[in-house]
Protein backbone atom coordinates (compact mmCIF):
# COMPACT_ATOMS: atom_id res chain seq x y z
CA UNK A 1 0.00 0.00 0.00
CA UNK A 2 1.21 3.48 -1.02
CA UNK A 3 1.02 6.08 2.01
CA UNK A 4 -0.98 8.36 2.31
CA UNK A 5 -3.88 6.39 1.46
CA UNK A 6 -5.56 8.80 -0.51
CA UNK A 7 -8.60 8.09 -3.39
CA UNK A 8 -6.52 6.48 -6.44
CA UNK A 9 -7.64 9.06 -8.72
CA UNK A 10 -6.65 11.45 -6.70
CA UNK A 11 -3.03 10.13 -6.08
CA UNK A 12 -0.35 12.22 -7.90
CA UNK A 13 -2.24 15.49 -8.37
CA UNK A 14 -0.57 18.93 -8.00
CA UNK A 15 -2.44 21.05 -5.99
CA UNK A 16 -4.12 23.78 -8.52
CA UNK A 17 -3.07 27.37 -7.65
CA UNK A 18 -0.87 30.00 -9.86
CA UNK A 19 2.76 30.35 -8.74
CA UNK A 20 2.29 32.99 -5.66
CA UNK A 21 6.07 35.01 -5.80
CA UNK A 22 7.31 37.64 -3.43
CA UNK A 23 6.92 41.10 -4.94
CA UNK A 24 9.95 42.19 -3.68
CA UNK A 25 11.16 39.63 -6.12
CA UNK A 26 8.69 40.37 -9.25
CA UNK A 27 7.19 44.07 -8.34
CA UNK A 28 4.70 43.63 -11.04
CA UNK A 29 2.03 40.87 -10.54
CA UNK A 30 -0.38 40.58 -13.64
CA UNK A 31 -1.05 36.87 -12.88
CA UNK A 32 -4.34 36.08 -10.85
CA UNK A 33 -6.82 39.21 -12.00
CA UNK A 34 -6.52 40.78 -8.85
CA UNK A 35 -7.69 44.68 -8.56
CA UNK A 36 -4.44 46.77 -8.23
CA UNK A 37 -5.54 49.30 -6.00
CA UNK A 38 -5.37 48.59 -1.71
CA UNK A 39 -8.01 49.56 0.56
CA UNK A 40 -7.91 53.36 1.27
CA UNK A 41 -6.86 54.43 5.27
CA UNK A 42 -10.72 54.80 5.93
CA UNK A 43 -11.91 51.34 4.76
CA UNK A 44 -9.07 49.92 6.58
CA UNK A 45 -10.23 51.84 9.91
CA UNK A 46 -13.98 50.91 9.10
CA UNK A 47 -12.99 47.22 8.70
CA UNK A 48 -10.72 47.34 11.27
CA UNK A 49 -13.57 49.15 14.01
CA UNK A 50 -15.80 46.24 12.62
CA UNK A 51 -13.32 43.34 12.94
CA UNK A 52 -12.58 44.65 16.56
CA UNK A 53 -16.49 44.94 17.25
CA UNK A 54 -17.08 41.43 16.19
CA UNK A 55 -13.93 40.05 18.01
CA UNK A 56 -16.42 40.71 21.65
CA UNK A 57 -18.54 38.16 20.65
CA UNK A 58 -16.26 35.58 18.95
CA UNK A 59 -16.99 33.28 22.18
CA UNK A 60 -20.11 32.49 20.09
CA UNK A 61 -20.85 30.89 16.64
CA UNK A 62 -21.80 33.14 14.40
CA UNK A 63 -25.08 33.94 12.35
CA UNK A 64 -25.64 30.69 10.27
CA UNK A 65 -27.75 32.64 8.09
CA UNK A 66 -25.75 35.68 7.92
CA UNK A 67 -28.91 37.40 7.77
CA UNK A 68 -27.26 40.83 7.61
CA UNK A 69 -25.02 40.17 5.04
CA UNK A 70 -27.60 38.45 2.68
CA UNK A 71 -29.90 41.82 2.92
CA UNK A 72 -26.76 43.83 2.17
CA UNK A 73 -25.72 41.99 -0.71
CA UNK A 74 -29.24 41.41 -1.96
CA UNK A 75 -29.25 45.91 -1.73
CA UNK A 76 -25.96 45.54 -4.14
CA UNK A 77 -27.14 43.62 -6.53
CA UNK A 78 -30.25 45.27 -7.06
CA UNK A 79 -28.32 48.37 -7.87
CA UNK A 80 -26.69 46.26 -11.25
CA UNK A 81 -28.93 44.21 -12.54
CA UNK A 82 -31.26 46.94 -14.05
CA UNK A 83 -34.13 47.61 -11.60
CA UNK A 84 -34.37 43.96 -11.10
CA UNK A 85 -34.73 43.17 -7.91
CA UNK A 86 -32.75 40.60 -5.79
CA UNK A 87 -34.20 39.84 -1.99
CA UNK A 88 -32.74 38.53 0.80
CA UNK A 89 -33.79 35.07 0.09
CA UNK A 90 -32.58 34.92 -3.01
CA UNK A 91 -28.94 35.40 -2.13
CA UNK A 92 -26.20 32.69 -1.00
CA UNK A 93 -22.27 33.42 0.62
CA UNK A 94 -19.60 31.15 1.07
CA UNK A 95 -15.77 31.76 1.37
CA UNK A 96 -14.98 32.85 -2.29
CA UNK A 97 -17.02 32.13 -5.10
CA UNK A 98 -15.39 28.90 -5.79
CA UNK A 99 -16.19 27.80 -2.50
CA UNK A 100 -19.76 28.74 -3.58
CA UNK A 101 -19.54 27.05 -6.81
CA UNK A 102 -18.12 23.46 -5.42
CA UNK A 103 -21.20 23.75 -2.86
CA UNK A 104 -23.64 23.72 -6.22
CA UNK A 105 -21.85 21.11 -7.16
CA UNK A 106 -22.20 18.99 -4.11
CA UNK A 107 -26.08 19.91 -4.39
CA UNK A 108 -27.11 19.68 -8.02
CA UNK A 109 -24.28 17.38 -9.24
CA UNK A 110 -23.10 14.06 -7.67
CA UNK A 111 -22.70 10.31 -9.36
CA UNK A 112 -24.77 9.54 -12.09
CA UNK A 113 -25.36 13.45 -13.06
CA UNK A 114 -23.35 15.35 -15.19
CA UNK A 115 -21.76 18.67 -15.01
CA UNK A 116 -21.36 20.61 -18.71
CA UNK A 117 -19.07 23.67 -19.65
CA UNK A 118 -17.69 25.08 -23.02
CA UNK A 119 -13.46 25.15 -23.50
CA UNK A 120 -11.13 27.23 -23.00
CA UNK A 121 -12.43 27.91 -19.63
CA UNK A 122 -11.94 28.31 -16.12
CA UNK A 123 -9.77 25.22 -15.05
CA UNK A 124 -11.43 25.08 -11.52
CA UNK A 125 -14.36 23.74 -12.86
CA UNK A 126 -13.70 20.31 -13.54
CA UNK A 127 -11.97 19.81 -9.98
CA UNK A 128 -15.56 20.86 -8.47
CA UNK A 129 -16.90 17.98 -10.35
CA UNK A 130 -13.81 15.67 -9.38
CA UNK A 131 -14.55 16.34 -5.87
CA UNK A 132 -17.97 15.68 -5.72
CA UNK A 133 -17.84 12.22 -8.12
CA UNK A 134 -20.12 14.52 -11.01
CA UNK A 135 -19.54 13.52 -14.28
CA UNK A 136 -17.45 16.45 -16.24
CA UNK A 137 -18.04 17.08 -19.96
CA UNK A 138 -17.11 20.01 -22.31
CA UNK A 139 -18.24 21.22 -25.24
CA UNK A 140 -15.93 23.74 -27.96
CA UNK A 141 -16.36 27.34 -28.21
CA UNK A 142 -15.80 28.77 -31.50
CA UNK A 143 -12.51 30.35 -32.68
CA UNK A 144 -13.47 33.84 -31.60
CA UNK A 145 -14.56 31.61 -28.15
CA UNK A 146 -18.10 32.66 -28.13
CA UNK A 147 -20.81 30.06 -28.12
CA UNK A 148 -22.03 27.75 -30.92
CA UNK A 149 -25.26 28.50 -29.44
CA UNK A 150 -27.06 25.58 -31.65
CA UNK A 151 -24.30 23.05 -31.08
CA UNK A 152 -24.61 24.01 -27.31
CA UNK A 153 -27.82 22.96 -27.54
CA UNK A 154 -27.34 19.95 -29.08
CA UNK A 155 -24.96 18.92 -26.30
CA UNK A 156 -27.23 19.99 -23.82
CA UNK A 157 -30.33 17.90 -24.94
CA UNK A 158 -27.78 14.95 -25.59
CA UNK A 159 -26.62 14.63 -22.28
CA UNK A 160 -29.14 16.32 -19.81
CA UNK A 161 -26.56 17.62 -17.57
CA UNK A 162 -27.82 18.47 -14.00
CA UNK A 163 -25.54 21.64 -14.02
CA UNK A 164 -23.78 24.27 -16.47
CA UNK A 165 -21.49 26.21 -15.57
CA UNK A 166 -19.72 28.81 -17.52
CA UNK A 167 -18.26 32.40 -16.89
CA UNK A 168 -19.24 35.64 -18.09
CA UNK A 169 -16.74 37.10 -18.81
CA UNK A 170 -15.00 33.72 -19.50
CA UNK A 171 -12.02 33.15 -17.91
CA UNK A 172 -9.18 33.18 -19.34
CA UNK A 173 -10.93 34.40 -22.75
CA UNK A 174 -12.78 38.18 -21.50
CA UNK A 175 -15.75 36.90 -23.58
CA UNK A 176 -19.12 37.72 -22.26
CA UNK A 177 -22.42 35.90 -22.68
CA UNK A 178 -25.25 37.12 -24.73
CA UNK A 179 -28.40 37.17 -22.88
CA UNK A 180 -30.08 34.83 -25.85
CA UNK A 181 -27.55 32.19 -24.82
CA UNK A 182 -28.53 32.28 -21.08
CA UNK A 183 -32.11 32.09 -22.25
CA UNK A 184 -31.30 29.26 -24.24
CA UNK A 185 -28.91 27.16 -22.14
CA UNK A 186 -31.83 27.63 -19.19
CA UNK A 187 -34.67 26.61 -21.63
CA UNK A 188 -32.74 23.38 -22.97
CA UNK A 189 -31.74 22.21 -19.37
CA UNK A 190 -34.79 23.09 -17.84
CA UNK A 191 -35.90 21.58 -14.26
CA UNK A 192 -33.50 18.93 -14.38
CA UNK A 193 -31.23 21.07 -14.00
CA UNK A 194 -29.38 24.41 -13.54
CA UNK A 195 -27.77 26.95 -15.43
CA UNK A 196 -24.81 28.84 -13.58
CA UNK A 197 -23.14 31.79 -15.18
CA UNK A 198 -20.17 32.89 -13.27
CA UNK A 199 -19.99 36.74 -13.07
CA UNK A 200 -16.73 37.06 -11.11
CA UNK A 201 -15.85 39.76 -13.31
CA UNK A 202 -19.45 40.78 -13.77
CA UNK A 203 -18.40 44.52 -13.05
CA UNK A 204 -15.79 44.70 -15.51
CA UNK A 205 -18.08 44.45 -18.91
CA UNK A 206 -18.56 46.79 -21.08
CA UNK A 207 -21.16 48.79 -22.06
CA UNK A 208 -24.17 47.41 -23.54
CA UNK A 209 -23.17 44.01 -22.09
CA UNK A 210 -26.27 43.06 -19.42
CA UNK A 211 -25.80 41.07 -16.64
CA UNK A 212 -27.77 37.51 -16.51
CA UNK A 213 -29.21 38.79 -12.76
CA UNK A 214 -31.64 40.88 -15.02
CA UNK A 215 -32.96 37.22 -16.45
CA UNK A 216 -33.45 35.92 -12.96
CA UNK A 217 -37.23 36.72 -12.71
CA UNK A 218 -37.68 34.54 -16.44
CA UNK A 219 -35.78 31.64 -15.83
CA UNK A 220 -35.91 29.43 -11.97
CA UNK A 221 -33.06 27.15 -13.00
CA UNK A 222 -30.62 30.37 -13.53
CA UNK A 223 -27.83 30.67 -10.86
CA UNK A 224 -25.50 33.80 -10.93
CA UNK A 225 -22.58 33.62 -8.82
CA UNK A 226 -20.91 36.80 -7.56
CA UNK A 227 -17.42 37.56 -5.71
CA UNK A 228 -15.82 40.59 -4.05
CA UNK A 229 -12.22 39.00 -5.12
CA UNK A 230 -11.80 41.11 -8.03
CA UNK A 231 -13.90 44.65 -9.13
CA UNK A 232 -14.26 44.70 -5.01
CA UNK A 233 -10.55 44.55 -4.33
CA UNK A 234 -11.27 42.27 -1.86
CA UNK A 235 -9.59 39.10 -2.95
CA UNK A 236 -7.95 38.20 0.14
CA UNK A 237 -11.44 38.60 2.40
CA UNK A 238 -12.84 35.27 0.49
CA UNK A 239 -16.26 36.61 0.29
CA UNK A 240 -17.88 34.85 -3.00
CA UNK A 241 -22.02 35.26 -3.27
CA UNK A 242 -25.20 33.88 -5.59
CA UNK A 243 -28.47 35.10 -6.47
CA UNK A 244 -30.86 32.75 -8.07
CA UNK A 245 -34.33 30.74 -6.85
CA UNK A 246 -34.73 31.01 -2.74
CA UNK A 247 -34.95 27.28 -3.42
CA UNK A 248 -31.59 27.21 -4.71
CA UNK A 249 -30.49 28.83 -2.35
CA UNK A 250 -32.48 26.04 -0.16
CA UNK A 251 -31.04 23.43 -1.64
CA UNK A 252 -27.32 24.86 -1.30
CA UNK A 253 -28.47 25.59 2.79
CA UNK A 254 -29.00 21.43 3.00
CA UNK A 255 -24.64 20.80 2.27
CA UNK A 256 -23.05 24.09 3.55
CA UNK A 257 -20.50 23.18 6.64
CA UNK A 258 -22.11 24.62 9.52
CA UNK A 259 -21.21 28.39 10.75
CA UNK A 260 -19.10 28.51 7.68
CA UNK A 261 -19.06 31.94 7.10
CA UNK A 262 -16.89 33.43 10.61
CA UNK A 263 -17.94 36.46 12.16
CA UNK A 264 -15.43 38.03 10.93
CA UNK A 265 -15.29 37.41 7.10
CA UNK A 266 -19.24 38.30 7.56
CA UNK A 267 -17.68 41.67 9.57
CA UNK A 268 -15.32 42.65 6.61
CA UNK A 269 -17.82 42.18 4.00
CA UNK A 270 -20.65 44.41 5.82
CA UNK A 271 -17.94 46.89 5.99
CA UNK A 272 -16.71 46.64 2.34
CA UNK A 273 -20.38 46.69 1.29
CA UNK A 274 -20.93 50.32 3.19
CA UNK A 275 -17.75 51.28 1.20
CA UNK A 276 -18.58 49.74 -2.00
CA UNK A 277 -18.70 53.01 -4.16
CA UNK A 278 -15.19 53.66 -2.99
CA UNK A 279 -14.04 50.20 -3.66
CA UNK A 280 -15.71 49.63 -7.15
CA UNK A 281 -14.25 53.68 -7.90
CA UNK A 282 -11.25 52.17 -9.99
CA UNK A 283 -12.91 50.03 -12.19
CA UNK A 284 -13.38 52.44 -14.92
CA UNK A 285 -10.08 53.26 -14.54
CA UNK A 286 -9.15 49.36 -15.35
CA UNK A 287 -11.65 49.18 -18.38
CA UNK A 288 -10.25 51.64 -19.93
CA UNK A 289 -6.78 50.75 -19.35
CA UNK A 290 -8.09 47.17 -20.45
CA UNK A 291 -9.18 48.82 -23.61
CA UNK A 292 -5.87 50.55 -24.22
CA UNK A 293 -3.62 47.26 -23.32
CA UNK A 294 -6.33 45.50 -26.14
CA UNK A 295 -5.21 48.59 -28.73
CA UNK A 296 -1.90 48.95 -27.70
CA UNK A 297 -1.55 44.47 -28.14
CA UNK A 298 -3.48 45.00 -31.51
CA UNK A 299 -0.68 47.47 -32.64
CA UNK A 300 2.04 44.89 -31.79
CA UNK A 301 -0.01 42.97 -34.77
CA UNK A 302 -0.79 40.15 -32.48
CA UNK A 303 -3.78 38.43 -32.12
CA UNK A 304 -6.13 39.90 -28.89
CA UNK A 305 -9.71 38.43 -27.37
CA UNK A 306 -12.11 41.03 -26.86
CA UNK A 307 -12.50 41.51 -23.34
CA UNK A 308 -15.27 42.42 -20.77
CA UNK A 309 -13.10 41.31 -18.28
CA UNK A 310 -9.84 43.01 -16.33
CA UNK A 311 -7.20 41.32 -18.19
CA UNK A 312 -6.68 40.38 -21.63
CA UNK A 313 -5.73 37.00 -23.61
CA UNK A 314 -3.18 37.66 -26.56
CA UNK A 315 -1.10 35.30 -29.25
CA UNK A 316 -0.22 33.48 -30.49
CA UNK A 317 3.20 32.25 -30.17
CA UNK A 318 4.86 29.28 -31.04
CA UNK A 319 6.97 29.04 -27.33
CA UNK A 320 4.31 31.10 -25.10
CA UNK A 321 6.59 29.76 -22.28
CA UNK A 322 10.06 32.09 -23.63
CA UNK A 323 7.85 35.17 -23.69
CA UNK A 324 6.39 34.12 -20.14
CA UNK A 325 9.36 33.27 -19.09
CA UNK A 326 11.42 37.28 -21.13
CA UNK A 327 8.58 38.87 -18.90
CA UNK A 328 9.30 37.24 -15.63
CA UNK A 329 13.15 37.75 -16.07
CA UNK A 330 11.79 41.82 -16.55
CA UNK A 331 10.04 41.46 -13.15
CA UNK A 332 6.54 41.10 -14.70
CA UNK A 333 4.54 37.97 -13.73
CA UNK A 334 1.59 37.03 -16.13
CA UNK A 335 -0.12 34.13 -16.84
CA UNK A 336 0.47 31.05 -18.78
CA UNK A 337 -2.94 29.29 -19.62
CA UNK A 338 -5.90 29.18 -22.10
CA UNK A 339 -5.50 27.64 -25.41
CA UNK A 340 -2.00 26.72 -26.81
CA UNK A 341 0.25 29.98 -27.61
CA UNK A 342 -1.85 32.47 -25.93
CA UNK A 343 -1.24 34.18 -22.67
CA UNK A 344 -3.36 36.31 -19.94
CA UNK A 345 -2.41 39.86 -18.90
CA UNK A 346 -4.65 41.10 -15.95
CA UNK A 347 -4.93 44.98 -15.99
CA UNK A 348 -3.03 46.69 -13.07
CA UNK A 349 -2.03 50.40 -12.68
CA UNK A 350 -1.07 52.49 -15.79
CA UNK A 351 2.35 52.24 -14.38
CA UNK A 352 2.27 48.46 -14.30
CA UNK A 353 0.79 48.61 -17.76
CA UNK A 354 3.55 50.67 -19.03
CA UNK A 355 5.79 48.17 -17.59
CA UNK A 356 4.44 45.08 -18.91
CA UNK A 357 4.65 46.70 -22.35
CA UNK A 358 8.35 47.52 -22.33
CA UNK A 359 8.93 44.39 -20.90
CA UNK A 360 6.73 42.46 -23.88
CA UNK A 361 8.49 45.14 -26.79
CA UNK A 362 11.84 43.87 -25.52
CA UNK A 363 10.80 40.03 -25.11
CA UNK A 364 9.46 39.93 -28.75
CA UNK A 365 12.61 41.64 -29.63
CA UNK A 366 14.73 39.12 -27.72
CA UNK A 367 12.82 35.81 -29.63
CA UNK A 368 12.16 36.67 -32.86
C1 LIG B 1 -11.31 34.67 -9.97
C2 LIG B 1 -12.47 33.84 -10.38
C3 LIG B 1 -13.45 33.50 -9.45
C4 LIG B 1 -13.40 34.04 -8.06
O1 LIG B 1 -12.99 33.15 -7.12
P1 LIG B 1 -13.13 33.50 -5.57
O2 LIG B 1 -13.14 32.16 -4.96
O3 LIG B 1 -14.40 34.26 -5.37
O4 LIG B 1 -11.92 34.30 -5.21
C5 LIG B 1 -14.54 32.77 -9.87
N1 LIG B 1 -14.66 32.38 -11.16
C6 LIG B 1 -13.75 32.70 -12.07
C7 LIG B 1 -13.96 32.29 -13.48
C8 LIG B 1 -12.62 33.42 -11.71
O5 LIG B 1 -11.69 33.70 -12.63
Not at 158 to 186: D, H, I, K, Q, Y
Not at 205 to 215: I, N, V
Not at 227 to 235: C, D, E, P
Request: proline share 7%.
Amino acid sequence: MTFPPIREELRGIEPYGAPQLPVDLVPVQLNVNENPYAPSAAVVADVATSVAQATTSLNRYPDREFTDLRAGLAAYLSGDSAGVPVAPEQVWAANGSNEVMLQLLQAFGGPGRTAVSFAPTYSMYPEYARDTHTRWLTGRRESDFSLDLDAARELVEAERPSVVLLPSPNNPTGTALPPEAVTMLCEAVGDGGVVVVDEAYGEFRRAGTPSALELLPVHRNLVVSRTMSKAFALAGARLGYLAAAAEICDAVRVVRLPYHLSAVTQAVALAALRHAPELLGRVDDLRAERDATVSWLRGQGLDVADSDANFVLFGTFADRHAVWQALLDQGVLIRETGPDGWLRVSVGTAEEMTSFKHALTRALKEIA
